[in-house]
T-cell receptor
């Protein structure tokens, strides 16, 4: 069965460190998204991609970057982790319909 | 910009009873999609139901149904015969038909099911 996976599921890092969260989908979807989930805000869009070599900024992109070298993967990088980036991160993919979500990564920045 | 509002941070329901979760949204577009997602303690986001704005008929999926009022920009979720496994956070979401990346989520409603 097609799926979308994220790794790691939990991560603790220190302020100032670079962190990369992985997202891998086997749906063969062109569209991929990264969200963060914080209490009282639902999910907010960080970055998205419509295909290989395409990346775009979302609502809360400051301090984050993504790259898309193939259809299956969209890694999210925190260049210099800050305490404000402590959150749960979700990756999603879609074709033209609804978005399918990964299981999430809980990131704690100390 | 489109916004989605869930005015009930928490709701509770007795097992086997019916509960309705509210959602309103703001948009100037005429064509769009609306979704309800369930997030259990496992954190997995699970699509419960979707509604296309151009369809007048309310979507139904087993015990889950929606009341879509386009003019009022309201999209409530009704859960019938509530089960313990329905306990979760529920998120209402809006997605533009013209812009696949423009998906907006409400802040969520935490549903508790009492045995």
């Amino acid at each position: 069965d097609a799926e979308i996976t994220q790794s790691p599921r939990h991560k603790i890092t220190e302020t100032g460190r670079q962190v990369t969260l992985a997202c891998h989908q086997t749906w063969n979807h062109n569209n991929m998204f990264w969200y963060r989930q914080d209490l009282g805000h639902g999910l907010r869009l960080i970055h998205y991609s419509y295909g290989v070599q395409d990346t775009n900024k979302g609502e809360v992109s400051d301090g984050y970057s993504v790259s898309r070298s193939n259809t299956e993967d969209l890694p999210l990088t925190l260049e210099s982790a800050a305490s404000s980036q402590t959150s749960v991160y979700f990756c999603a993919s879609s074709d033209h319909g609804e978005q399918y979500f990964g299981p999430g990564t809980r990131l704690t920045v100390t | 910009a489109q916004t989605v509002t869930q005015s009930q941070p928490e709701m509770s329901v007795q097992e086997a009873e019916t509960v309705t979760l509210s959602c309103t949204y703001d948009t100037s577009e005429s064509d769009y999609y609306l979704f309800w997602y369930k997030q259990p303690p496992s954190r997995q986001m699970i699509l419960v139901i979707r509604q296309e704005a151009y369809k007048q008929q309310n979507a139904t999926e087993n015990r889950f149904s929606v009341n879509f009022q386009k003019a009022a920009k309201s999209f409530s979720l009704k859960i019938s015969d509530s089960q313990l496994g329905d306990a979760a956070m529920y998120f209402c979401a809006y997605r533009s038909s013209f812009n696949n990346n423009d998906m907006r989520f409400g802040a969520g409603t935490r549903l508790t099911v009492k045995p």
